[in-house]
Nanobody, 134 residues
Framework: QVRVVESGGGLVQPGGSLKLSCAAS????????VGWFRQAPGKEREGVSC????????GYSDSAKGRFTISRDSAENTVYLQMNDLNSEDTGVYYC???????????????????????????WGQGTPVTVAP
């Protein structure tokens, strides 16, 4: 089955850390652009971090800069998001998306993370929930 599966979320205290995983099955993430997105309660989904298909460009939202690190392990066919110094505004469900699926485009610049789907719907995975609370 061709899909990505997000994992690694959980409940963490402010200032804590989590490492999220985006594991692909049925296709390779090695040459794909991948973005991490989150949806906070009552808000629209927003881009958090991205890595270009070559890995030469890595981007972060303003809120993620200096605290989050995205990385790719081609051998594991997984993209990770290390999140440090978490705060309550980081609470939400985290999803990954890739341009290897659904003819989507991951727009990845140093400060911009977007998913474009001009050819149809992007079928998101189940996401992994992150809750930052005392």
């Amino acid at each position: 089955q061709v899909r990505v599966v997000e994992s690694g979320g959980g409940l963490v205290q402010p200032g804590g850390s989590l490492k999220l995983s985006c594991a692909a099955s049925g296709f390779s993430l090695g040459g794909a652009a991948v973005g991490w997105f989150r949806q906070a309660p009552g808000k629209e989904r927003e881009g958090v971090s991205c890595i270009s298909n070559s890995g030469g460009t890595i981007g972060y939202s303003d809120s993620a800069k200096g605290r989050f690190t995205i990385s790719r392990d081609s051998a594991e066919n997984t993209v990770y998001l290390q999140m440090n110094d978490l705060n309550s505004e980081d609470t939400g469900v985290y999803y990954c998306a890739t341009d290897a699926l659904y003819s989507a485009f991951v727009i990845c610049t140093e400060s911009n993370v977007q998913l474009k789907t001009p050819f149809g719907e992007y079928f998101w995975g189940q996401g992994t929930p992150v809750t930052v609370a005392p």
